[in-house]
């Protein structure tokens, strides 16, 4: 009977503990999410490039929308680790904002890519970002051409093109399986 009272309780601990932790999560997510937008209001205003908070590695570059998925959120420099967990983000081997050629933006596909599930060919994306050098706010819109799951050792879309293009990347099947071997891959135009 004592057992079943001690076992019991630490179960109760251990519910509890990871409930907490969740929950610091979340808030932690979404306290992250309203200083990346403040600071690419911020940023936008003063000029220059402004993180979201004095540690972090990373910065806003960009606004990401979808509007036939309602989707919009702040596109981070780098696509580290670190700053995939705070939102999507630019590959630095891709062309840069405002640029010609192929510019890769990669997401999670339990966050912030799972949208994406529900795309489709011909859905417009407006990426705005900040060009100090041609006079503040620039826009561009794309056309979705293409969707694919590819082998993530099929990197033939990720590769420069010679016209603007936008790509967007994560990993597939969408959800929070742990599961996830292929990629799934939206080209725009």
């Not at 001690?6 to 969740?22: C, E, M, P, Q, S």
């Not at 932690?28 to 690419?40: D, Q, S």
């Not at 911020?42 to 606004?63: C, L, N, Q």
């Not at 590819?150 to 990993?171: G, W």
Request: proline residues 8%.
């Amino acid at each position: 009977m004592k057992t079943l009272r001690i076992a019991a309780v630490l179960l109760f601990l251990a519910g509890t503990v990871l409930t907490a932790r969740a929950a610091y999560l979340r808030v932690k997510a979404e306290l992250a999410g309203i200083l990346i937008r403040h600071a690419w209001n911020e940023s936008i205003k003063m000029g220059h490039p402004h993180p979201p908070w004095p540690s972090a590695d990373t910065h806003p570059v960009a606004r990401l929308q979808i509007p036939h998925l309602g989707y919009d959120e702040i596109v981070l420099d780098a696509a580290t680790p670190r700053a995939l967990a705070f939102g999507p983000a630019r590959l630095h081997s891709s062309a840069a904002l405002g640029e010609r050629g192929n510019l890769v933006l990669a997401g999670h596909r339990t966050s912030w890519f799972r949208p994406l599930a529900g795309i489709r060919q011909g859905d417009k994306i407006q990426l705005d970002w900040f060009d100090p050098h041609h006079g503040g706010l620039r826009s561009r819109t794309y056309t979705v051409t293409m969707i694919r799951v590819v082998n993530p050792l099929d990197v033939s879309l990720l590769q420069p093109t010679s016209e603007s293009a936008l790509t967007l990347i994560t990993c597939y099947p969408f959800g929070s399986s742990p599961h996830s071997p292929l990629r799934f891959i939206v080209r725009a135009q």
